[in-house]
T-cell receptor
Framework: DAGVIQSPRHEVTEMGQEVTLRCKPI?????LFWYRQTMMRGLELLIY????????DSGMPEDRFSAKMPNASFSTLKIQPSEPRDSAVYFC?????????????FGPGTRLTVL | GQNIDQPTEMTATEGAIVQINCTYQ??????LFWYQQHAGEAPTFLSY????GLEEKGRFSSFLSRSKGYSYLLLKELQMKDSASYLC????????????FGAGTTVTVRA
């Protein structure tokens, strides 16, 4: 079975440009999570969806970041305009949440570099 | 809020045992997860504890004490491939699916 799929795997862009990261969760999973990982701040949750509905976006840094999940098989994380401090690895994870030992499965990540 | 602490780095010899400690102070508790992350790769699930005690899974074991806000991951018969970062993560409540991650412990296994 395919795991969580993310694209692109690497993105290099210039400050001020719009960046869109994409995620396809594991089929049948009902929850999707967007994380950001940096050396300084570790792995941080940005936002998560349950049944395509945003549940907690308290980790979204500021209005420049937005996320959507139009259907159960696709989500996007958009940064507009991008800044050098947004450089990080962005992971998408999905899970079948029942309130118990519900494992989150991570995608390979998108390494974003903003020049 | 969530506060999760674990050591930054540990070094051990191939074949040895290493214990990675994690302490947490969280608003609510509904389980503790350990993830392994090799350099340049995504985190992968290792173990889950929600009740006190030891969970054993092959060379890896995880322990939880809820009253002490404490867990450890025990890696036995260390192999070179175990060199990685190990992340402790806590789920706050049953209906809150998000995980709060510690900063991770980088384990280096030497020959």
């Amino acid at each position: 079975d395919a795991g969580v799929i993310q694209s692109p795997r690497h993105e290099v862009t210039e400050m001020g440009q719009e960046v869109t990261l994409r995620c396809k969760p594991i089929s049948g999973h009902n929850s999707l999570f967007w994380y950001r990982q940096t050396m300084m701040r570790g792995l941080e949750l940005l936002i998560y969806f349950n049944n395509n509905v945003p549940i907690d976006d308290s980790g979204m840094p500021e209005d420049r970041f937005s996320a959507k999940m139009p259907n159960a098989s696709f989500s996007t994380l958009k940064i507009q305009p991008s800044e050098p401090r947004d450089s990080a690895v962005y992971f998408c994870a999905s899970s079948l949440e029942t309130g118990g030992a519900d494992t989150q499965y991570f995608g390979p990540g998108t390494r974003l570099t903003v020049l | 809020g969530q506060n999760i602490d674990q050591p930054t780095e540990m070094t051990a010899t191939e074949g040895a045992i290493v214990q990675i400690n994690c302490t947490y102070q969280t608003s609510g508790f509904n389980g503790l997860f350990w993830y392994q992350q090799h350099a340049g790769e995504a985190p992968t699930f290792l173990s889950y504890n929600v009740l006190d005690g030891l969970e054993e899974k092959g060379r890896f074991s995880s322990f939880l004490s809820r009253s002490k806000g404490y867990s450890y991951l025990l890696l036995k018969e260390l192999q070179m491939k175990d060199s990685a970062s190990y992340l402790c993560a806590v789920r706050g409540t049953r209906n809150d699916y998000k995980l709060s991650f510690g900063a991770g412990t980088t384990v280096t296994v030497r020959a």
